[in-house]
């Protein structure tokens, strides 16, 4: 067995048998489907999925239904992984489906958060590690990466592989007066 288009990651095999006389037996599995370190998409979408980001979450919704009904059929359509990110990082989707790149971020739950600084730049790193050169990366977020994040390496790395990088900032941690403040 092949599996050609990874989508949402995990792979579930059902097995059943079934005879005259007898009861049928069934056997259901489901494996995490390990995306290799060697495995490159054309655009990488990063997403902070923390409870501000609803309205954010909710127009990339929107901007890849459009995407979708004005998509030229392109050929061989672009490999597209999304990564999703509050405290933790973590690859949602690796396929060339763009339906299913739509149903993965229409699943995000956002919640959690609320302090500010979450780990954009890790899932950042991870977006660079999983793009081809002169791919593409959205990054989507509302926070401040954490303090130790080494913003100068991530830059460089970028630049070594021409990958271009469009980010959609609606805040940060340096104002007091934002909803995601940041205090120590």
């Known amino acids: ?3 050609t288009d990874a989508t949402l990651l995990i792979l579930t095999h059902e097995a059943r048998v ?41 127009g990339v919704i929107r901007a890849l239904q459009t995407f979708i009904e004005e998509q030229i059929n392109a050929e061989p359509p672009p490999l597209v992984s999304v990564i999703e ?21 229409q699943q995000f739950r956002v919640a959690e958060g609320g302090l500010c600084q979450e780990a954009s730049a890790e899932a950042l ?30 830059t ?10 469009n980010t959609l900032i609606s805040g940060d941690c340096t104002t007091s007066s934002g909803q995601n403040s940041w205090k120590k």
């Open 1 to 3: 067995m092949k599996l």
């Open 18 to 58: 079934a005879a005259a006389n007898y009861p049928a037996h069934s056997v259901r599995e489901r494996t995490k489907v390990v995306v290799p370190a060697d495995a490159m998409a054309d655009i990488t979408l990063v997403m902070d999925t923390t409870h501000s980001m609803n309205e954010e979450v909710n």
């Open 85 to 105: 990110f509050k405290d933790n990082v973590t690859l949602r989707s690796f396929t060339s489906n763009m339906q299913q790149v739509l149903d993965t971020v």
């Open 125 to 154: 790193g991870l977006a660079i590690n999983h793009t081809v050169p002169g791919g593409t990366i959205f990054l989507i977020t509302d926070a401040s990466p954490y303090e130790d994040a080494d913003l100068g390496v991530l």
């Open 156 to 165: 460089k790395r970028l630049r070594n592989k021409g990958i271009r990088f």
